[in-house]
Nanobody, 120 residues
């Protein structure tokens, strides 16, 4: 099992940047694929990005390619989501997730989420 705690959300203006973090604890968190999802009000949860256990492979959702970057620091058991050129439509609750495979759905473990609001 792994426990996930997100942080770094907040209010940012369009065009701005924000970095989210997710600290993992429990049994060998570096063995897990880590991912970010988001859910806006009234919408389904959307895959954002995922990274393999040692960071050699990444996967991105189409809506964030070229703007968001996922990375991890296994020494700190932390995964990051650097978000640049933010748009109003990026407003959502962002969730960290973990699983054994690099994929865009069906993750086993979830954090509680952090709110990101993009507004002028």
């Amino acid at each position: 099992q792994v426990q996930l705690v997100e942080g770094g959300g907040g209010l940012v203006q369009p065009g701005g940047s924000l970095r989210l973090s997710c600290v993992a604890s429990g049994r060998s968190p570096f063995n897990y694929v880590m991912a970010w999802f988001r859910q806006a009000p009234g919408k389904e949860r959307e895959f954002v990005a995922a990274i393999s256990g040692y960071g050699s492979r990444t996967l991105y959702g189409d809506s964030v390619k070229g703007r968001f970057t996922i990375s991890r620091d296994n020494a700190k058991n932390t995964v990051y989501l650097q978000m640049n050129n933010l748009k109003v439509e990026d407003t959502a609750v962002y969730y960290c997730a973990a699983d054994s495979a690099l994929k865009d759905r069906g993750y086993a473990y979830w954090g509680q989420g952090t709110q990101v609001t993009v507004s002028s």
